[in-house]
């Protein structure tokens, strides 16, 4: 194909979920370079696939919907394509925007372009894979693709925008810049900076940091002792010790010969494997169930695993370069081996370095109705991602009515963030900062008698439409949760209770672990 063949008509179509690609479509479609074409801005859905051919030139601009869907204003175009055999005259090109927080960033962009390659259309360009940051990349992109579409076929050809996904497999050496002990009762919780600066990395206030987690130097030690042979630590360096699934346990009850560990994985024996498992690693397993003849390492390394990633509620607000984190430490010593958590072991005592990436958390983000009342409920670290989402509202400068109930131990040790949080309080980011410290009293006063102490208060808020976001330990906070908003909120017969409607209505937003 002629890449200066005469040009008969120019196509910017656009797929959009939220405004932005179809703003970015008008704005190339005014572009002065374009305007000898007289371009059309349209829907991808309103472009007839049947029609392109020799002589046209698509630009097209979407974004993708959720983790790489297609927008509804592009599906049917892409159905359209596919239908078709071949587009061997048409040129094209392809600007995609995406969220590098979701597994398949830009899925929808990537998709076309590769429908429209396989069918020997011609890309003027290559590919634009963009994030949060779109603007930079289209600020690039349109003069170069205006010099292409004058004449000039090799203006762009060492142009290329491609933001970097991140993964397991792909994860982001970041800095830790910032390591604070926040309390000072033992387990310890800890503020921990990372420096994202130069990854690209786009997130919001509620979504999650995942650390590709580093085993503990002192179990991979353990594990090569029992073994009698120093390779194991090569070998299962980067498998994972901790998190046992019960295929796992089944093959080395089944190689050991283990009555005791099969009869643990009856389903009617849960409660008793849950609680022998609770902070338990493989090597655990290995000492009381098998021998190293019985297990031999290549076998157990072939067993294991990949070592999984954690996943971190974010404590920072939208787009930062420093990435925050409130975590807990995990230290205690079992069977006379002291042991620490995987990632937080790493990330507490490690090199000062750690791999991650981000992944989308749309259902923790802040509602579109700014005008909507909030009530954060966190208890211990739990408090992470309220913390973003605070910091999110002070960096936008935006005010609305939002109430803090936190829950700890001991208010004098135990009050993560408290100048922060009384520093929102007073300069009125929070209107209301409550707080529940289970040890102070005589009788235990958790989060959920903090809410009923302000039942009147708490029911007006939700009468405003109020949105509720909760975090915490799933064990401890989600019934009691449930059952006091249920009593602050009692349905009329024959409704949903509160805490269900609360669900239907898109209002509660829960993050439990």
Not at 42 to 54: E, Q, R, Y
Not at 94 to 123: I, M, N, W
Not at 217 to 223: M, S
Not at 315 to 320: D, E, P
């Amino acid at each position: 194909m002629n890449a200066t063949a005469p040009i008969h008509r120019v196509l910017v179509g656009y797929g959009s979920e939220s405004g932005n690609a179809r703003a970015l479509a008008h704005r190339l479609g005014a572009l002065p370079a374009l305007q000898c074409h007289s371009p059309q801005v349209l829907p991808l859905n309103a472009i007839d696939v049947a029609s392109l051919g020799s002589g046209d030139v698509l630009l097209a601009l979407s974004s993708s919907f959720g983790d790489g869907e297609p927008p509804a204003n592009g599906e049917a175009f892409a159905d359209a394509l596919r239908q078709v055999p071949a587009l061997p005259g048409l040129r094209y090109a392809v600007f995609g925007l995406g969220d590098t927080g979701y597994p398949r960033f830009c899925g929808f962009s990537k998709a076309l372009d590769g429908l429209l390659a396989e069918r020997q259309a011609q890309p003027l360009l290559h590919r634009v894979d963009a994030d949060g940051g779109y603007e930079q990349f289209f600020q690039r992109w349109a003069p170069v693709l205006g010099d292409v579409l004058a004449g000039h076929p090799d203006a762009g050809n060492d142009l290329r925008l491609q933001v970097t996904a991140y993964a397991e497999d792909n994860a982001f050496l970041a800095p830790i810049t910032t390591r604070r002990r926040l309390s000072g009762g033992d387990p310890a919780a800890w503020h921990l900076g990372l420096d994202l600066r130069g990854s690209g990395m786009a997130y919001r206030a509620g979504d999650t940091l995942h650390v590709v987690a580093q085993n503990d130097p002192a179990l991979l030690d353990a594990l090569a002792r029992w073994y009698g042979q120093d390779e194991a630590i090569a070998l299962l360096r980067h498998k994972e010790l901790r998190l046992l699934g019960k295929g796992v346990l089944r093959e080395l009850a089944r190689l050991g010969g283990s009555d005791v560990l099969k009869r643990l994985l009856k389903s009617s024996e849960r409660p008793a494997l849950e609680a022998y498992l609770e902070g338990a690693d493989v090597l655990d397993v290995l000492m009381d169930h098998a021998t190293p003849g019985s297990v031999p390492l290549e076998r157990l390394a072939a067993l294991l695993s990949p070592c999984l990633p954690r996943a971190y509620s974010l404590a920072s607000a939208a787009g930062g370069e420093e990435a925050t984190l409130c975590i807990r430490e995990v230290h205690y010593t079992r069977s006379g081996r002291e042991r620490r958590g995987t990632a937080t072991g790493w990330l507490l005592q490690g090199d000062g370095t750690a791999q991650v990436y981000c992944r989308s958390n749309p259902g923790f983000h802040l509602p579109t109705d700014t005008q909507a009342p909030l009530l954060l409920v966190g208890t211990g670290t739990g408090i992470a991602p309220l913390m973003g989402l605070l910091r999110e509202l002070e960096a936008a400068g935006q005010r609305r009515e939002v109430h803090l109930v936190f829950g700890e131990k001991q208010r004098a040790h135990d009050f993560l963030y408290r100048t922060e949080l009384e520093g929102w309080l007073r300069e009125g980011t929070l209107q209301g900062l409550h707080t529940a410290f289970s040890r102070d009293g005589a009788a235990k006063f958790y989060v959920q008698h903090a809410l009923a102490a302000q039942s009147a208060q708490v029911a007006a808020l939700f009468e405003r439409g109020a949105h509720l976001y909760v975090c915490g330990n799933k064990r401890h906070l989600e019934g009691a949760m449930q059952a006091a908003i249920n009593q602050i909120l009692p349905a009329a017969e024959d409704t949903l209770e509160a805490w269900p409607a609360l669900q239907a209505q898109g209002r509660l937003h829960c993050e439990l672990y």
